[in-house]
């Protein structure tokens, strides 16, 4: 029993081996090997397999893979070489079974070199990366809030619309342009009213009409008196109850359908451009001023993105080769939030 170990296999490797065994579900490897298979193969070859892990070698002997992965046994009668050996562990040209790729241990967090995590959600509006499709989407908006307009913008989850909105809130004046941001997907007409005037320190009356005729008046005097043009921001729109959608017909009719002294603008998925476009909210969509809708990224946009964000966390040089920014932009459709999650994963699973 005193006798030292002719090997030294630390508990996190076992432990490292045990969790890829159980992610493949009984499989010791992408072979498709049983654990049984495995125990008989490590005892024929004990002293090769662990010279192999003592010169961190993983392929210690070659192994024959019969037609069947099912009925797969270790030999090495055959020389290498023939068209049924490989390496065991190693995946053929054409795998045979059922393939699962290996985890590997995450890479250290200074591996590329970055000073700062790179893909921040709560990056600065500063260092945003402004594609044509968001620079578009910013002058339109300005537009909005300039002639006071109620516009409509929509695009893919994960396109960038609230990262716009708060672009938008960077550029705007706080005391001539106040804004009050809504996010609320169940938002009724009651509850509207009285964020918003609560947002302007005003209690909200407990009646809906009463409180509406107070939004109105509020308004009104911000804009006459103060000299102010508030914006209005209700985010998640494709959410909203059809009574809430109705009751914008209301809020911009003020002065007899001959003034509105508030920038109202919606934002939602695809979806609110074909719930607009009812017979039913006919009067909404007659409204609308202005509306733009924001799509993904082109190919080219992406792999300027992915640099831009690299060099955002300190890293100058190019990380992703050209066919992988390829394959990003395809799989990710353009959309930055899902390029954000393709990109983690592949620099550091």
Not at 291 to 315: I, K, P, S
Request: proline share 8%; glycine share 6%.
């Amino acid at each position: 029993m005193d006798k030292p170990k002719p090997y030294a296999i630390s508990q996190w490797l076992v432990y490292q081996a045990y969790e890829r065994v159980k992610a493949n579900r009984g499989a010791a490897g992408v072979d498709g090997v049983s654990q049984g298979t495995l125990r008989n193969y490590i005892h024929a070859y004990e002293q090769g397999g662990l010279e192999a892990l003592r010169q961190f070698n993983p392929h210690p002997k070659t192994a024959t893979l019969d037609r069947h992965w099912r009925n797969w046994r270790p030999t090495a009668s055959n020389p290498p070489g023939t068209a049924n050996d490989r390496k065991f562990g190693m995946p053929s040209r054409h795998p045979v079974g059922p393939y699962r790729r290996r985890r590997c241990p995450p890479m250290p967090p200074n591996y590329w070199g970055f000073t700062t995590r790179p893909v921040q959600k709560d990056i600065g509006v500063s260092e945003l990366f402004m594609s044509p499709p968001l620079i578009e989407l910013a002058a339109r908006l300005q537009v909005m809030v300039d002639q006071r307009l109620f516009g409509v913008v929509t695009g893919d989850i994960g396109a960038g619309k609230s990262t716009a909105m708060r672009y938008l809130a960077a550029q705007l004046d706080p005391q001539h342009h106040p804004l009050c941001y809504l996010a609320d997907s169940p938002l009724t007409p009651y509850d509207f009213y009285q964020t918003v005037l609560d947002a302007w320190g005003v209690a909200a009356p407990f009646h809906r009409p009463q409180a509406r005729r107070q939004f109105v008046t509020r308004m009104t005097d911000l804009y006459h008196h103060q000299h102010q043009a508030p914006i209005l921001i209700i985010d998640e729109a494709q959410s909203l109850p059809g009574v809430m959608v109705q009751e914008l017909r209301y809020v911009l009719n003020t002065g007899m359908d001959a003034l509105t002294p508030f920038t109202g603008i919606l934002v939602g998925q695809p979806d609110l451009r074909a719930t607009l476009r009812l017979k039913i909210f006919e009067a909404i969509h007659q409204r609308i001023g202005l509306r733009f809708h924001l799509t993904g990224l082109t190919e080219a946009d992406t792999a300027a993105y992915v640099a831009h964000q690299c060099r955002q966390a300190g890293v100058e040089r190019a990380l992703f080769t050209p066919s992988a920014l390829t394959v990003l932009a395809v799989q990710s459709r353009g959309l930055p939030r899902v390029i954000n999650h393709l990109a983690t994963i592949a620099l550091w699973d």
